[in-house]
C-alpha cells in the first residue's frame, strides 16, 4: 500500500516537472519579425500546422505551401523556416507565415548579391508600362525597359517567359522594391570581348559576325564585342535597294574587313569582297556592239538599269529606248522583271559603267524614211493630230510629218488648219525637209501649185492701173485684193497729197478703187499701191476746165472725191 503511495506521487512530481520544463522552454526566444524553423505535424486542404515550439502550432495557409500546379510541397514531418508575425502568450496563440519569411530570406540573397556585384537569375514574368516584371524565386522585381538589352528589342513581348541573369541595381526592403539590369552584364560581357578582339583584328583578315541591325545604308554586324558595318555597297557586286534583300536580323555571316580604326573602334566590313570581281575584264566580255538579253533591275527618270549577268548592269537611257516614240519615262517602254535585248554602245571599266541601247536592236526607222521619201516626193497621209501651228500626218510607223500651218496655202491667211481639215482627213503633200538628226520630216501642200506671186511681177509691173476691193484698213494704210490671194498695200502716204489721219474716215471695206503699183518683189511678197500717184498722174492728163467743170450724171471720178475731200478740209 505504502509502495503504491509513493509511486502515484512520484508521478505527479514527474508531470509537473515536465509541465515546467515545457512550459518554461524558449518561449522568449520566439520574436516576432523572426524566422524560426519548426516541424509540420498536420497538412489539411486549407491549412498547414506547424509546430515551432510554442503553446500552440501556428496555422498556416496551405496556399503558401502550393507549387506552380496549386499542389502542397510539404508533408508531416518536414522542417521549414517560417516567420513569427505575432504571438499571444496569454492565450497561448501564434500566427506564422511561410511566404513572409522565404520573402526575407530572399531579400536576404539579394542584397547579398548586390553587395558582392554577383548575378541572380529570374524569368520575365509580364509586361508592365516602363518594363517588366521578373520572378527572382518569389520575389518581383522591376526590369526597366531601357536596362533589357544593349539596343532597343524590335519584339518586347518575345521575351516574355524567358530566363535571364541579372545585375541587382536597388533594393528597398521597406517597399519591397527591387531593381535589376540584363544590359549591364551585357556591357561587361561585351567590353570584354571587345578588348581580346582588338588584339587580333586586323585588315584583310576573314571574319564572322551576327547581324544585329539592319537600316537603310547597310547592316551592323556584332563581331564578339564589336559592332562592324557592313555597308549597302559593300553587300553585293550587282545593284540592291535595301539590305534586307540579302541579310536577314540574326544571320550568320562571314565577312572580310576592309578597314580597321583601332582607336575609335570603326570596322568596315566587305561581303562582295570574298567573291571574285564581275567587273574585272569586263571591255573583253562586253565589246562594243555586242547584241545580248538582260533583265531589267530597277527604273529611274533617266532610263533602266538592266542586269548582263549577276553583279553587272548597264544603263539603257531614256533617249536610247526608242526610235520614234517620245517618252516621259522608261516605264512607258519596260518593267521590272522584264527581259529586254539590248546592245553594248560603251563600257568604262574604270568607272564601272556600261551603256545600253534597246532601239539599235532594230533599224533605224528615219534612215528608211530618208531614202523612201527624199525630198520633194509628193505622197499622201491620214491627219492624225491639229494644232495650232500645223498638221500631223502618219507616215511610218512612229513617224509623223508635219505640216506647218504657212504651208497650207500661198495666199490664204488661215488662222487654225482646222478652218480647212478636220482628224482623220486624207490630205496630198510634198516633202520639203527629211532631217534624221533632228528627227524632223516637214511636208507641205501649197507646194504642190505653183506660187501666184511668181507671176505677180511680170502681171503687175511698176506703173500699172489695178482695181481692187479694200479687204482690211488700218491706221498704216488699205489692203487691196487685185487678184484672189494678192493683195497690194496702199499706205496712208500714198492716199492723199495731203495728211490723212485716219484712212477709215475716206474708205470702207468692201469698195472697189483703182491704185497705181509702185513697188512690186516676189520674193518679199510685197505689192505697193498709191492712190495719191494716179489722181496727179490723173490730173496732169485733163484740161484745166475739165477739171474744174462738172462730171457725167451718177459717176465720180477721182479727182471729184478729192475735190470734195480738199474742199471739206478747208
Known sequence: METMENNSLEAEMSFEAALEDYLSSDFGELDEGSIVKGEIVRVDNDYVLVDVNFKSEGQIPASEFADADGAVS???GDKVDVFVVRKNEME????LS????????????LEEVQEKNSVVTGRIVRRIKGGYTVDLGGIEAFL???????????????????EFEFRVLKINRRRSNVIVSRRVLLEEERDS????LLLTLDEGQIVTGKAKNITEYGVFV???GLDGLLHITDMSWKRIRHPKELVQLGQELELKILSFDKENQKVSLGLKQLVEDPWQDITAKFPEGQRLSGKVTNLVDYGAFVELEPGVEGLVHISEMSWTRKLRHPSQMVRVGDEVEVVILGVDEDKKRISLGMKQVKPNPWEIVAEKYPEGTILEGVIKNITEFGMFIGIEDGID????????SWTKKIRHPNELFQVGDTVQAKVLTVDQDSEKFTLGVKQLSEDPWSKVPSNYPNGTIVEGVVTNITDFGLFVEVEEGIEGLVHVSEISQKKVKSPSEMFKEGVTIKAKVIHVSAEERRLGLSIKQLKDEEDRKKPREFRSGGSDAGQQTLGDIFKQLEDAGE
Open 92 to 95: 497561448g496563440t501564434i500566427t
Open 193 to 196: 570581348k571587345r578588348q581580346d
Open 144 to 162: 526597366p525597359g531601357s536596362h533589357v538589352d544593349l539596343r532597343p528589342v524590335p519584339d518586347m513581348d518575345a521575351l516574355v517567359n524567358e
Open 401 to 408: 510629218g508635219l505640216i506647218h500651218v504657212s504651208d497650207i
Open 98 to 109: 511561410f511566404e513572409k519569411a522565404k520573402r526575407m530570406q530572399m531579400f536576404d540573397q
Open 222 to 224: 556584332d563581331l564578339g
Open 74 to 76: 510539404v508533408g508531416v
